[in-house]
C-alpha cells in the first residue's frame, strides 16, 4: 500500500484556471515536501513544511502556496496556470533531523493547455 | 547556496561493465550528508544508498559509493551494470546550511544495453 498518497495521478488544466494538488503520508513523518520535474529542470525543490509550519520556500510565484490542514497533510494550490507550470509534482516526507531519507508520492502530473 | 554537479545527460553502457556516475557537491557546512536516489521510468525517485561518514564505503543492491569530505565526491558505482538498471540517477546534498530539504544534483541517465 502506498504511504504517501497523491491525488490526482493526472490532472489536464487549461491556461488561467485554478488547481489543488492533493498529499497525504501515512509515514508518521513530521517534514513534508513538495518538488517539482520537467523535462526542463530535474527535480527542483519548492516548499518544506516542519510540524505544519513553512520551513523553506524556494519557489519565486506566489501562484503556489502549499496548505497544510493536518500535520500529515500537505496540499499544493497552484492559481493562474500556465503552460511552464507542466509538470510532475511530487509530495515527499521524511522525518526531521538527520540523515533523513526522503520518502517520495507517486506524483501528479500537469499538463497545463 | 549548496549545489550539487553530477556526470553529464546520458551515460550509456553494455551490460556487464562497470558503472560509474559522477557526483560532486559545494557546501559550507562540513558535515552534509550525501544521498543517491534512483528513477525507474514513471516511477517515483526512491532511495539508493546514503553516507554522512567520510571515506566509509556505503553499498546496497549491488551499488557502492564512498563519501570523500577532502574531494567533496560521492561517485556511485557498481562493478557490473544489468539491463534493469537503467533508469534517472539522483545525487542529492542535505547541509544545514541548506534546512531540512534535499538539493538535488541535474541528474544522470543510465541506459545499460544488452
Known amino acids: 500500500d502506498p504511504k504517501i498518497i497523491q491525488k490526482p495521478k493526472y490532472l489536464v488544466a487549461v491556461t488561467g484556471s485554478e488547481k489543488i494538488l492533493i498529499c497525504e503520508q501515512y509515514?508518521?513523518?513530521?517534514?513534508m515536501y513538495w518538488y517539482r520535474q520537467s523535462a526542463k529542470k530535474p527535480l527542483e525543490f519548492m516548499f518544506s513544511?516542519?510540524?505544519?509550519?513553512?520551513?523553506d520556500n524556494q519557489t519565486a510565484s506566489s501562484r503556489f502556496q502549499p496548505q497544510s490542514s493536518k500535520k500529515n497533510h500537505l496540499d499544493l494550490q497552484i492559481t493562474a496556470l500556465k503552460p511552464d507550470d507542466s509538470a510532475t509534482y511530487f509530495c515527499?516526507?521524511?522525518?526531521?533531523?538527520?540523515?533523513?531519507?526522503?520518502?517520495f508520492g507517486a506524483g501528479t502530473r500537469l499538463s497545463v493547455l | 547556496g549548496d549545489s550539487v554537479t553530477q556526470t553529464e545527460g546520458l551515460v550509456t553502457l553494455t551490460e556487464g561493465l562497470p558503472v560509474m556516475l559522477n557526483c560532486t557537491y559545494q557546501t559550507i557546512y562540513s558535515n552534509p550528508f550525501l544521498f543517491w536516489y534512483v528513477q525507474h521510468l514513471n516511477e517515483s525517485p526512491r532511495l539508493l544508498l546514503k553516507s554522512f561518514t567520510d571515506n566509509k564505503r556505503t553499498e546496497h543492491q549491488g551499488f557502492h559509493a564512498t563519501l570523500h569530505k577532502s574531494s567533496s565526491s560521492f561517485h556511485l558505482q557498481k562493478s557490473s551494470a544489468q539491463l534493469s538498471d537503467s533508469a534517472l540517477y539522483y545525487c542529492?546534498?542535505?547541509?544545514?546550511?541548506?534546512?531540512?530539504?534535499?538539493?538535488f544534483g541535474q541528474g544522470t541517465i543510465l541506459k545499460v544495453y544488452l
Open positions: 513544511y516542519s510540524y505544519q509550519k513553512l520551513m
Open positions: 509515514l508518521g513523518h513530521n517534514a
Open positions: 542529492a546534498l542535505k547541509a544545514a546550511s541548506s534546512g531540512q530539504k534535499l538539493v
Open positions: 515527499a516526507s521524511s522525518q526531521d533531523g538527520g540523515q533523513n531519507t526522503l520518502y
